[in-house]
């Protein structure tokens, strides 16, 4: 099955579990990289040599696409049984 068709044929209780999901992810990630960039900040101190870290949208997807996969796997039925008990 194409993921566009996937897509399409999801409900929206399936959908809603998803983009919980998603965002958790993406909440994560963003938190993974800020944690980063302090770390190397302070590892770097008054270095003027040192590079700045700027997030890029792929390096961000990189980060993301692990959490919600971990995230897909630990908690989707709950979550999905959770908002079908809600809706």
Do not use: C
């Amino acid at each position: 099955m194409k993921f566009s068709r996937w897509l399409n044929s999801l409900g929206f209780i399936e959908f809603l579990s998803l983009l919980i999901l998603l965002l958790a992810a993406i909440y994560l990630a963003n938190l993974s990289f800020n944690i980063f960039v302090n770390w190397y900040h302070n590892k770097q101190k008054d270095n003027p040599y040192a590079e700045e870290i700027h997030k890029s949208p792929i390096i961000f997807a990189a980060i993301t696409l692990p959490y919600f996969l971990v995230l897909f796997g630990i908690f989707y039925r709950y979550l999905h049984a959770l908002i079908d008990k809600i809706f």
